[in-house]
């Protein structure tokens, strides 16, 4: 599982790391044993708009090119993927406080239904309509199986 604490600890990775772009760039002679390898380096552009090419590390063997061509493209490829989990757990934070505002206001709505229902009773039964009550009755107790089968439901 990805925690805050070791998505901070890969994102301070990437930002301590040589810029890039990283350019795998194999070397035109072969190795004694006849195998290719090369270098992978980043190409800093300078203040004056030319091209400066540090190494980063070299490569060789069987599996060499492509370790150096995951190896380069982690360069860009990590930060890519840190700013995106990190705007996903925004996105999953804005929606935990949306349904939060939405279950209070539903909690709010119910409370003023059965109160609105409590009081049609209250006034049915002050003026002794006896088919207001009925229906004041009926109304009260459908509202409240309703609440108790949303809260069954959660």
């Known amino acids: 599982m990805l925690t805050p604490e070791r998505l901070k600890a890969i994102k301070e ?10 350019i795998v760039s194999p070397n035109r002679h072969k190795a004694k044993d006849g195998s290719q390898w090369g270098i992978i ?3 800093i552009r300078t203040v004056t708009g ?17 370790n150096a061509e995951f190896a380069a ?7 890519a993927l ?22 209070d206001r539903a909690a709010e709505l119910e409370r003023s239904a059965v109160m609105d229902a409590e009081d049609e009773l209250d006034e ?3 003026e002794g309509k006896a ?6 009755a009926d109304e009260l107790e459908a509202l409240l199986n309703e609440l108790e089968a949303s809260r069954r439901a959660e």
Request: glycine content about 8%.
């Open 13 to 22: 990775r990437c930002e301590r790391a040589t810029k890039g772009p990283w």
């Open 124 to 126: 049915a039964w002050r």
């Open 131 to 136: 088919a207001g009550l009925d229906e004041a």
């Open 73 to 79: 493209h982690a360069r860009e490829d990590l930060p």
């Open 82 to 103: 840190v700013a995106e989990v990190e705007r996903l757990w925004d996105f999953v934070g804005e929606l935990r406080n949306e349904l939060r505002r939405w279950r």
């Open 41 to 43: 380096e980043a190409r």
């Open 50 to 66: 030319g091209i400066v090419a540090h190494t980063i590390c070299t490569w060789d063997g069987d599996n060499g090119r492509a």
